[in-house]
């Protein structure tokens, strides 16, 4: 059991862990405006893939209000386009480069706020957890949902979702903090009709992550899931607003007893 004077030398008071869910993480802007008007701020952020995307733009200084402005008039291939790459159905060079002009910063280092991207070593099957180096690269790595992107190499290495391992990346920060509300974004149906290739991978890919995110639910102090995501689709840009105020709704909600919170390992879920 954790002691006293252990709790009370954690490095962070509060960190945030947000869950991969393609266009689902549009929510997380909405948790993350809930969280700011409670004033409540992360010390550190924890994402994967979608999760991974918008905490580093809330990590280098941008308001939620920024970062769906980013989104919005956009359509997929502004960010996505097809590639003839025989390991990945699309590029992200769109995604690159507007990330580039947006978030400015260059490095971990160079955020305003502490921040730990997971993606996925796919050659040596484990989970890589990046809190510094080359910031870019990393989103990308922790995005790259397989067949549908090509992979990211960083430094030799081949990356892709972080998700295939760990969707909700409580771990790589629990240790650190007093406490961590986590965001689950990934809902699914359990029949679901299957049209195409990618929907095949999407779907495949999504099973997956529901399947792996217990353990790191379990470790959240305050677990927010908010409801009807299933409504929505990876490529979904066409909802944003609608997903947006889905989380900031939740949030709303289960974030009013915030401060009644005062140990590790006590969940709050909608």
Request: hydrophobic share 45%; proline share 4%; net charge positive.
């Amino acid at each position: 059991m954790e002691t006293n004077n252990e709790y009370n030398r954690k490095k962070y008071k509060l960190g945030l862990a947000l869950s991969g869910g393609g266009a689902r993480g549009f929510a997380h802007f909405g948790v993350i405006k809930a969280m700011q008007e409670y004033g409540i701020r992360p010390d550190i952020i924890s994402g994967t893939s979608a999760g991974a995307l918008a905490g580093a733009m809330i990590a280098a200084g941008k308001t939620p209000d920024e970062c769906i402005e980013f989104f919005t008039h956009k359509k997929v291939l502004n960010f996505a386009r097809f590639t003839m790459s025989k390991i990945g159905l699309m590029s992200m060079n769109g995604m690159e480069n507007g990330l580039r002009k947006f978030l400015k910063a260059k490095t971990f280092e160079d955020l305003q706020t502490p921040l730990v991207v997971t993606a996925t070593d796919i050659s040596n099957a484990k989970s890589v957890h990046f809190n510094s180096g080359e910031l870019i690269p990393r989103i990308l790595a922790s995005c790259s949902v397989p067949i549908v992107f090509i992979p990211i190499e960083i430094d030799g290495v081949i990356y892709v979702d972080g998700g295939i391992f760990m969707n909700l990346p409580v771990r790589p920060i629990r240790d650190l903090c007093e406490k961590v509300i986590a965001v689950e974004i990934n809902s699914n149906e359990s029949r679901q009709k299957v049209g195409n290739m990618i929907h095949m991978a999407v779907r495949s890919f999504h099973l997956g992550l529901a399947a792996n995110t217990h353990i790191d639910k379990k470790l959240a102090d305050i677990f927010i899931a908010p409801d009807d995501m299933i409504r929505y689709s990876m490529f979904d840009l066409s909802h944003i607003r609608e997903i947006y105020e889905q989380g900031y709704s939740t949030a709303r909600e289960i974030l009013k007893d915030f401060q009644k919170v005062t140990t590790p390992a006590v969940a709050i879920a909608n």
